[in-house]
């Protein structure tokens, strides 16, 4: 019998939380643990049966239960500044009150596993838990796309086996080749399923809420089968929706979700449109390229989307736009990310250029948002004349 979407995500739910629950009551995992950033290359470490957990994740969770205001206001408390990645405030407030996020609290790591390819920010905050509790922080350093790829495959290549030949020491397992091999094959079915869904938003009367939900799984289980049946499942659910109106302007979002707002976005704003795209959605699309799981690893986790140049990363979401169909773009500045690289000062369609943060609701203005989409409306208006 076929799994609808819905019941495998519930699966991948259970997987993912079942020792949540059971470390807040005080019984430790059976399997070494580590906290790891968004890019780090888990084929390795399920490979080696380590479990992994993403602090970025668990934080938009926290936001999405509405209990995140407590938490960044512990975290003030604490000393860590509400002007720094919200992520990192929301997480570590939770780490110190008795009255536990939603799902409980994360089982304690055994190891800090932090990438360069995502942010400058993620290294800083796992070296601060990291000095906290006092444990083993690996930091694993992507020169991107301006390095020469030779140099840089032998210099990622490197810090790699070195990851492994610490991992099977942390986990007292050796690393089969083969299963890393078959797991980058599950990883690279997952993101070629989740395209197929993102490929919906644009031509489908479908709400982006579903995907930027979706793409959770993508992130936290991309290299486990369950994730590309999800999304096989999930587009074949989609395609059979109503075709978009085209009567109502498309627009494409440009930035992170809204983690506490209950579909993700300001859609009370969007009366009358519709979001045809994001950029966001796209983000964890990684391309396993290669011969060699070293090559393939190398090649998905050095060539991020935000670890490429600003040519090629404007040329990309320039292409990612226009597919969308989008008319005007809504394009956040957002608080916890100084480094504007979801710019979109150089698409030429109108915008709305709103400062807002993807967990910390007090510092969104809905009454200025709501000028700002009046004015971007009427210019899309005006230029449809």
């Given at each position: 019998?076929?799994?609808?979407?819905?019941?495998?995500?519930?699966?991948?739910?259970?997987?993912?939380?079942?020792?949540?629950?059971?470390?807040?009551?005080?019984?430790?995992?059976?399997?070494?643990?580590?906290?790891?950033?968004?890019?780090?290359?888990?084929?390795?470490?399920?490979?080696?049966?380590?479990?992994?957990?993403?602090?970025?994740?668990?934080?938009?969770?926290?936001?999405?239960?509405?209990?995140?205001?407590?938490?960044?206001?512990?975290?003030?408390?604490?000393?860590?500044?509400?002007?720094?990645?919200?992520?990192?405030?929301?997480?570590?407030?939770?780490?110190?009150?008795?009255?536990?996020?939603?799902?409980?609290?994360?089982?304690?790591?055994?190891?800090?596993?932090?990438?360069?390819?995502?942010?400058?920010?993620?290294?800083?905050?796992?070296?601060?838990?990291?000095?906290?509790?006092?444990?083993?922080?690996?930091?694993?350093?992507?020169?991107?796309?301006?390095?020469?790829?030779?140099?840089?495959?032998?210099?990622?290549?490197?810090?790699?086996?070195?990851?492994?030949?610490?991992?099977?020491?942390?986990?007292?397992?050796?690393?089969?080749?083969?299963?890393?091999?078959?797991?980058?094959?599950?990883?690279?079915?997952?993101?070629?399923?989740?395209?197929?869904?993102?490929?919906?938003?644009?031509?489908?009367?479908?709400?982006?809420?579903?995907?930027?939900?979706?793409?959770?799984?993508?992130?936290?289980?991309?290299?486990?089968?369950?994730?590309?049946?999800l999304y096989t499942a999930m587009a074949e659910e989609f395609s059979e929706q109503p075709p978009a109106d085209p009567r109502k302007p498309a627009?494409?979002?440009?930035?992170?979700?809204?983690?506490?707002?209950?579909e993700r976005y300001l859609s009370e704003l969007l009366d009358g449109c519709r979001i045809s795209g994001s950029n966001y959605i796209t983000w964890?699309?990684?391309?396993?390229?290669?011969?060699?799981?070293?090559?393939?690893?190398?090649?998905?986790?050095?060539?991020?989307?935000?670890?490429?140049?600003?040519?090629?990363?404007?040329?990309?979401?320039?292409?990612?736009?226009?597919?969308?169909?989008?008319?005007?773009?809504?394009?956040?500045?957002?608080?916890?990310?100084?480094?504007?690289?979801?710019?979109?000062?150089?698409?030429?369609?109108?915008?709305?250029?709103?400062?807002?943060?993807?967990?910390?609701?007090?510092f969104l203005d809905m009454e200025r948002a709501k000028r700002q989409m009046d004015i971007l409306m009427e210019s899309i208006c005006a230029e449809?004349?």
């Amino acid at each position: 019998m076929t799994k609808s979407p819905l019941q495998i995500q519930a699966k991948l739910m259970r997987t993912y939380y079942k020792n949540f629950s059971k470390y807040t009551k005080g019984h430790p995992p059976a399997r070494k643990v580590a906290w790891v950033t968004a890019f780090t290359p888990v084929e390795i470490l399920e490979a080696l049966d380590i479990e992994y957990i993403y602090p970025e994740s668990y934080a938009a969770v926290i936001a999405a239960s509405g209990k995140e205001r407590t938490l960044l206001e512990e975290s003030e408390r604490m000393s860590l500044c509400r002007d720094c990645c919200s992520y990192s405030c929301c997480f570590n407030g939770g780490l110190s009150l008795s009255d536990t996020p939603p799902r409980g609290l994360p089982p304690m790591p055994d190891v800090l596993i932090a990438t360069n390819n995502q942010c400058n920010t993620l290294p800083n905050w796992w070296s601060a838990l990291a000095e906290h509790y006092n444990i083993p922080l690996i930091v694993l350093d992507y020169p991107g796309e301006n390095a020469d790829r030779k140099r840089a495959f032998e210099y990622v290549s490197a810090q790699h086996q070195s990851l492994i030949a610490q991992m099977e020491q942390l986990s007292g397992n050796t690393l089969d080749v083969a299963r890393v091999s078959d797991l980058i094959q599950n990883s690279r079915e997952s993101v070629r399923a989740w395209g197929h869904v993102v490929d919906m938003l644009s031509v489908r009367d479908i709400s982006p809420t579903l995907l930027f939900d979706g793409i959770s799984f993508l992130i936290t289980a991309r290299c486990k089968p369950e994730t590309a049946e999800l999304y096989t499942a999930m587009a074949e659910e989609f395609s059979e929706q109503p075709p978009a109106d085209p009567r109502k302007p498309a627009l494409f979002w440009l930035g992170y979700p809204l983690w506490y707002h209950s579909e993700r976005y300001l859609s009370e704003l969007l009366d009358g449109c519709r979001i045809s795209g994001s950029n966001y959605i796209t983000w964890w699309s990684l391309d396993y390229l290669g011969d060699t799981p070293m090559e393939q690893l190398f090649s998905a986790y050095n060539y991020t989307f935000l670890n490429l140049t600003p040519e090629t990363k404007r040329a990309r979401l320039s292409e990612c736009i226009r597919k969308s169909g989008a008319v005007g773009a809504i394009t956040l500045h957002n608080k916890s990310c100084k480094c504007d690289f979801v710019s979109a000062r150089h698409i030429a369609i109108p915008q709305a250029e709103l400062e807002i943060d993807m967990i910390d609701r007090d510092f969104l203005d809905m009454e200025r948002a709501k000028r700002q989409m009046d004015i971007l409306m009427e210019s899309i208006c005006a230029e449809s004349v």
